[in-house]
């Protein structure tokens, strides 16, 4: 069995169901995002987007899962993942790939930033797939399940707010830190993986 199907296998008996996807724009801000897996030569592998720098947006340049709010044609929390990552990353994800399971919804944990509910989906992506990004996004790349599992959170990211530096634990990539919500996202997926 390849690193990518004993991966699925365990997720499909980990991964909650896809269930309480409504969207009530009266009650929260909403988005969701997509934590995207592939079969790359038998091991799993997943996408990892770099934000497009833009002074409105307080995720600027963040490394991230492709995503964002959702609107109001949007049927679900569902349709909105799928369209802002066709819209992000040029990946249908209702087209020959598909969404097995979610996360917990999360909120950020600064004060700071928006008050917005984030749910990441996991999905399998296409077998065919080509990524056409968009103006939001500078870089996307693919970074293995397994390799981000050994390393842990062994980074870290500093930022230094009025004069004082904050850290925060982080996943190591090819493009710095993954750090913030996409981290937690990440430590709550693999830790459904053995």
């Given at each position: 069995m390849s690193d990518f199907e004993s991966i699925c296998q365990q997720l499909s008996k980990r991964l909650p169901p896809?269930?309480?996807?409504?969207?009530?724009?009266?009650?929260?801000?909403?988005?969701?995002?997509?934590?995207?897996?592939?079969?790359?030569?038998?091991?799993?592998?997943?996408?990892?987007?770099?934000?497009?720098?833009?002074?409105?947006?307080?995720?600027?340049g963040h490394l991230a899962l492709p995503g964002g709010r959702a609107e109001a044609g949007d049927a679900d929390l569902l349709a909105t993942a799928a369209r802002e990552t066709s819209e992000e990353v040029g990946i249908d994800l209702l087209k020959g790939g598909?969404?097995?399971?979610?996360?917990?919804?999360i909120k950020p944990n600064n004060p700071r930033l928006p008050v917005i509910e984030i749910t990441p989906l996991v999905a399998l992506a296409p077998t065919q797939l080509s990524?056409?990004?968009?103006?939001?996004?500078?870089?996307?790349?693919?970074?293995?399940v397994g390799w981000l599992k050994q390393q842990g959170r062994?980074?870290?990211?500093?930022?230094?707010?009025e004069d004082i530096e904050h850290q925060w634990p982080a996943y190591p990539s090819e493009r710095g830190p993954i750090w913030g919500i996409t981290e937690r996202i990440l430590t709550e997926f693999l830790a459904l993986l053995d």
């Open positions: 896809l269930t309480n996807l409504t969207i009530d724009m009266d009650r929260v801000r909403q988005a969701a995002v997509s934590l995207i897996l592939r079969d790359y030569g038998g091991l799993a592998q997943l996408l990892i987007i770099q934000r497009a720098e833009h002074p409105d947006d307080h995720w600027s598909g969404f097995i399971g979610q996360l917990e919804t990524l056409q990004l968009s103006a939001e996004v500078d870089a996307a790349f693919w970074v293995s062994s980074s870290v990211h500093r930022l230094l707010i």
